[in-house]
């Protein structure tokens, strides 16, 4: 008799693998954010958010009104290097909810909380929904002037 082989076996990766696979992702996910630079620009507001080699954002240096109140940076999208994924941090989720209807339900399965998205494994498809969002959402900020 055949033995019954599982396709769904699940490969155990060491804490090293692991660390490199995320690192991997934090900076793939970097380079898919940092196409929008310019216009957007890498964080200068010390008091917001610092810049080092496990966070990485950009915003809108554009003087705004948002719900009455007047802003002097718009936060667009970072990534933060975490202990057991990268976070994707993507504000257009956040100001403009109606875009989660262009988002691939793939990609919201990552959604945690309002506007941060949980990435533990890298995918060809995850790119591809990435990119989307990215595009969308520049497209939102740019239609509100915001950029």
């Known amino acids: 008799m055949k033995p019954k082989m599982h396709s769904k076996t699940k490969v155990k990766l060491s804490s090293t693998q692991k660390e490199e696979e995320l690192d ?3 900076l793939k996910v970097k380079k898919l954010i940092k196409k929008y630079s310019p216009p ?8 917001v958010s610092r810049v080092n080699k496990d966070q990485y954002g950009l915003w ?8 009455g109140r007047v802003r002097f940076a718009v936060y667009f999208a ?3 290097r975490q202990k057991g994924y990268v ?13 989660k209807k262009v988002f ?8 945690k909380g309002k506007s941060c998205f949980y990435i533990k494994v890298w995918t060809p498809a995850l790119e591809k929904h990435i990119k989307e969002a990215l595009q969308a ?11």
């Open 24 to 26: 991997q992702i934090f």
């Open 40 to 47: 957007l620009t890498e964080t200068s507001l010390e008091s």
């Open 60 to 67: 809108s240096q554009k003087e705004v009104v948002i719900a």
């Open 78 to 80: 970072g990534i933060i």
């Open 87 to 99: 976070g994707f941090y993507f504000m257009p989720v956040y100001t403009h909810t109606k875009i």
């Open 104 to 111: 691939h339900p793939d990609l919201l399965k990552l959604l």
């Open 137 to 147: 959402g520049f497209m939102e900020y740019r239609k509100n002037k915001w950029i």
